[in-house]
């Protein structure tokens, strides 16, 4: 079983940026794919970004690329999003996963693990 919470959450305005952290116990780290989703107000929840195991490889949503980075120490079993550039369609509540397959994989049913969320606001 591996808990995951997220952290780094916040209000914020058009063109700034964030942090999320995502800290995961209880699993072999290592061997997750680790993913983050968001899901805004009325919105279903939709892929933001993947890494593999050994950060090696990323994914990303198209909308994301070139603002957002997603990184992992497996040292320190902490996964992270760099949110640059924030645009107000950006808001929602940030989802970190895991899942123990080896392809990133984009359709949130196949993740394993959930945390419980970090909200992000951006004002305009």
């Known amino acids: 079983q591996v808990q995951l919470v997220e952290s780094g959450g916040g209000l914020v305005q058009a063109g700034d940026s964030l942090r999320l952290s995502c800290a995961a116990s209880?699993?072999?780290?290592?061997?997750?794919?680790m993913g983050w989703f968001r899901q805004g107000p009325g919105k279903e929840r939709e892929f933001v970004a993947a890494?593999?195991?050994?950060?090696?490889?990323?994914d990303y949503v198209d909308s994301v690329k070139g603002r957002f980075t997603i990184s992992r120490d497996n040292a320190k079993n902490m996964v992270y999003l760099q949110m640059n550039s924030l645009k107000p369609e950006d808001t929602a509540v940030y989802y970190c996963?895991?899942?123990?397959?080896?392809?990133?994989?984009?359709?949130?049913?196949?993740?394993?693990?959930w945390g419980q969320g970090t909200q992000v606001t951006v004002s305009s």
């Open positions: 996963a895991a899942d123990n397959r080896y392809s990133l994989v984009r359709t949130s049913y196949v993740y394993d693990y």
């Open positions: 209880g699993g072999t780290f290592n061997r997750y794919v």
């Open positions: 890494i593999s195991w050994s950060g090696s490889r990323t």
